[in-house]
Every structure is written in C-alpha cells, then in structure tokens.
C-alpha cells in the first residue's frame, strides 16, 4: 500500500499569512502515461464531509478560491493557502489516486 | 440538486451485521464508479472500496481488514449503493460516507451515517 505522510500534523496560522502544508507519498504517484500525479486535496469542516479542493496535484476544483494551490510532483507534494481567510480553518487530507487501496493521509489540522 | 444520501447505520453487537445504502440523484449514477471512504471519531479517512460500473464489470475492490467481511453492490435501476457488512468489530465503529467523481478525485461526498459496533 502506498503510505501518505502529511506535515505537519497540526499547524496555526494568522489571518492573511501563508499556509503550507506537505504530503510524501511512499512511492511516485505520476502517471507515465499522462504525466499527471494522481494527488488529490480535501479539505473538511466539523460535522462536515470532505470537500474536494485540488485534483491532479495542481488543479483547482470548480469554485474553490484561488488563495488555495497544489505544487509538486512524484513523491512530494504541497498544498498552499496564499492569504489565510477565517473558513479556511479546518482538517486537510491528502489522497493517492495512483493504485488501489486509494490512501490518505493523516490529516492536517490547521489553526 | 446533485445528491448521495447515506443510511442504514446504527448499534450493532460485535460479530453483527449491517446493510447501509447510498441513495444517488442529479446524476448518471450507472455512469460513475462509487467508492465507501469512512472515518472513526475523532480520525482520519480510511477508503473502505469501490465498485466499478456494469460496463467495466461492476469489478470491486476493498481494503484488506474488510474484504472477507463487506461487499458493495449497486442497483443502477435504484440508483443505490450498498455496503453489507458482516462480522462487524469495534475497530469498524466510523461514520461511512458514500462518496464519487468523474475524475480523478471526489467530488460527491454525501453526509454519512454513523455505525456504532459495541456490546
């Protein structure tokens, strides 16, 4: 199974300052065939389901600001909140896509 | 409305069984793969497994600590999902959400329903 290990586990933030958030998959989730990194983003309130954020290590879900953006390729990734705004926060899970059992990470509670 | 609506959860004793469905609405459910991802309190998501759609076989996949003992099925006609879990364990205690996408990630999470497993 492929391991997800995000960092760090917990992380506070002022509003209007950057938030960054890392997760190393165990092993490449890129795609040959594409060269696209099956690395997805969630982010999930209290009480609430996930919600989908980045797709594709770097693309931004339909309606989801843009202060929000995912980098990195292979075996790292980052996620980045440019301007922290107070609804942002909340959990933050990375997931593999790459092969089954699809895998998460930890989570990422951010402050 | 695009829609996943979870129920069945509830208590059951260890060793017990439990049937949750997943009710699908404002889209092609038979077009989609369907996928059960749960969450144990206070944890993060755990993915449970999917099914594929009729054309791709309706082909399933689980995690290893459940495949001896869940099975998805859909009903395209109903637009359901189900999960049937036998031999139930404490460790299966979790809110079970239904969740799908046309791409690569998640895009339609429904609000779970919450399965209980204790004496």
């Known amino acids: 199974d492929i391991v997800m290990t995000q960092s760090p586990d917990s992380l506070a933030v002022s509003l209007g300052e950057r938030a960054t958030i890392n997760c190393k998959s165990s092993?490449?989730?890129?795609?040959?065939?594409?060269?696209?990194?099956?690395l997805n983003w969630y982010q999930q309130k209290p009480g609430q389901p996930p919600k989908l954020l980045i797709y594709w290590a770097s693309t931004r879900e339909s309606g989801v600001p843009d202060r929000f953006s995912g980098s990195g390729s292979g075996t790292d990734f980052t996620l980045t909140i440019s301007s922290l705004q107070a609804e942002d926060v909340a959990f933050y899970y990375c997931?593999?896509?790459?092969?089954?059992?699809?895998?998460f990470g930890q989570g990422t509670r951010l402050e | 409305e695009v829609q996943l609506v979870e129920s069945g959860g509830g208590l059951v004793k260890p060793g017990g069984s439990l049937r949750l469905s997943c009710a699908a609405s404002?889209?092609?459910?038979?077009?989609?793969?369907m996928t059960w991802v749960r969450q144990a309190p206070g944890k993060g998501l755990e993915w449970v497994g999917r099914i594929r759609r009729k054309i791709d076989g309706e082909t399933r996949e689980y995690i290893t600590p459940v495949k001896d003992r869940f099975i998805i099925s859909r009903d395209d006609s109903k637009k359901t999902l189900y999960l049937q879990m036998n031999g139930l364990k404490s460790e299966d205690t979790a809110l079970y959400y239904c969740?799908?996408?046309?791409?690569?990630?998640?895009?339609?999470w429904g609000q779970g329903t919450m399965v209980t497993v204790s004496s």
């Open positions: 404002g889209f092609t459910f038979s077009d989609v793969w």
């Open positions: 092993q490449s989730v890129l795609y040959s065939s594409n060269n696209k990194n099956c």
């Open positions: 969740t799908t996408g046309v791409g690569p990630g998640y895009e339609i």
């Open positions: 997931q593999q896509c790459y092969t089954t059992p699809i895998t």
